[in-house]
């Protein structure tokens, strides 16, 4: 019979190899793929590798923390980080290798390098912001331009948050007494559900985006591992293209994080935000009143410099009408005498046109009435004794062109002896025109003669 070995002894020798490979304690880096605390305090890890192109888990490991142990790391850790200490960081921890028969492979863990994973932080922090900068749009909220006055306001934060409510207080108590409106998104500001809830928040203020000046994105004081979520692509992304302007109001230590860089104005806290919106329209308001000052003193000296013009040309006008009017008086006098010496001599002048006319009249009237008598009478006469003469003249005229026709009727001349000879319809001048066997018809005066031509002389 084969030796073999039960699952016991297996398990006891790959512990006893492990044991001797892994004598004294050795640092690893993980991911931290889940993690869970009993109601003892024990802390249980599922470490992890990433294939660094697919990022497809690649190897794992379970790994365990005391109680007594993790009341010690974890402070320590989120104090030198800034990081909660959760899923999805990379840490680097010095652990004993152990091995157990039931349970297997895993890893007792003892210490922690922050500084580890701070590496890794600013690591991914400067790989976001260099994705964000090759999409070429790290700018464009950035350059947006707020409206001349803030007045509606949507607000992504947490309902229940001390921020948000020191906003409400300030922008609602203002000194000013600016009316505004606003509406607010809830969503979750820290933890795993951050990025998702806050991405749909600015979805739904996308769709009724007519509705609002500015976008305020607000979360109260916090520790750096509090505030890491805003170290995100996928919601820095959404923020540096949104269609208004950005403002982020998270109470940050003294780190920017990716969001504040790429909005369009980051400050300090929830309550600084407000108080830049109130100074923002105050300011708006002082241009208007210093525009409003500058009509009132130019309308002013505007008044005033014609008020001292009407009244300069008033004085003038009260000097210059007496003058005027004595002037146009002494001109009209000066009109009306030439006007009636002129039409003196006209009518004058047409007086003695119209007296020597007269006179003609009277001296040449008689002799031209007579004259004209005796050309009427002899035109009379002409008109009475002409017409007959004239009437006999043209009938003799006509009774000799009438005998003229009667002789040079072609009847009388074919009666006299002559005849017309013709070829082809057409009268016969020359015996050029005709060639032997011809056909000549011969007109006489009782009937026509056809001949045929049989030679020349």
């Not at 398990?11 to 190899?17: F, S």
């Not at 043209?394 to 074919?414: H, N």
């Amino acid at each position: 019979m084969q030796e073999f070995l039960t699952i016991s002894k297996l398990n006891e020798k790959l512990g006893q190899v492990l044991s001797d490979s892994f004598k004294m304690p050795i640092w690893v880096a993980a991911e931290i793929n889940s993690i869970s605390i009993n109601r003892s305090g024990h802390c249980y890890l599922e470490l992890i590798d990433k294939n660094e192109v697919s990022e497809n888990i690649s190897a794992q490991i379970r790994g365990t923390i005391w109680v007594n142990t993790f009341r010690m790391l974890k402070p320590y850790f989120e104090q030198s980080t800034g990081q909660i200490f959760t899923e999805g960081i990379k840490v680097l921890v010095k652990a004993k290798v152990n091995f157990h028969k039931l349970y297997g492979l895993s890893l007792n863990i003892l210490d922690i390098d922050p500084s580890y994973t701070l590496g890794d932080l600013a690591r991914k922090r400067k790989e976001i912001l260099q994705k964000l900068e090759a999409t070429g749009m790290m700018d464009s909220n950035r350059s947006l331009s707020l409206p001349m006055a803030i007045q509606r306001i949507a607000i992504v934060s947490s309902a229940s948050a001390a921020g948000y409510e020191d906003f409400l207080n300030e922008i609602i108590h203002n000194q000013y007494n600016y009316k505004f409106t606003y509406k607010l998104f809830e969503a979750y500001m820290q933890g795993n559900r951050t990025e998702s809830s806050i991405i749909t928040a600015l979805d739904n203020i996308n769709s009724e985006i007519e509705n609002f000046d500015v976008l305020v994105i607000l979360r109260g004081g916090g520790s750096k591992a509090d505030l890491s979520a805003f170290d995100n692509f996928q919601i820095a992304s959404y923020i540096m293209q949104f269609p208004i302007p950005v403002f982020t109001g998270i109470g940050h230590e003294r780190d920017e994080s990716v969001c504040d860089i790429v909005a369009n104005l980051s400050l300090k806290t929830p309550t600084a935000t407000a108080d830049y919106i109130v100074a923002y329209n105050r300011e708006f308001e002082e241009r208007i009143e210093g525009i409003l000052e500058n009509i009132k003193n130019f309308s002013q000296e505007y008044f005033y410099e014609n008020k001292m013009l009407i009244k300069d040309f008033t004085l003038k006008i009260t000097h210059a009408v007496p003058k005027t009017i004595k002037a146009q008086y002494n001109l009209l006098n000066k009109i009306s005498y030439n006007s009636h010496i002129k039409a003196k001599s006209y009518l004058q002048k047409k007086s003695v046109f119209l007296n020597n006319k007269a006179h003609i009249l009277k001296t040449t009237s008689p002799s031209t009435i007579l004259r004209k008598r005796v050309q009427l009478s002899n035109l009379q006469h002409w008109l009475g004794n002409s017409p007959i003469s004239l009437l006999r003249h043209k009938k003799a005229e006509l009774e000799s062109y009438s005998q003229l026709i009667r002789i040079t009727d072609p009847v009388q001349v074919l009666k006299r002896g002559y005849s017309i000879t013709s070829v082809n319809g057409k009268a016969l001048k020359s015996v050029k025109n005709i060639k032997e066997g011809s056909i000549l018809q011969t007109k006489l005066f009782n009937g026509t003669v056809l001949s045929k031509v049989e030679g020349f002389k």
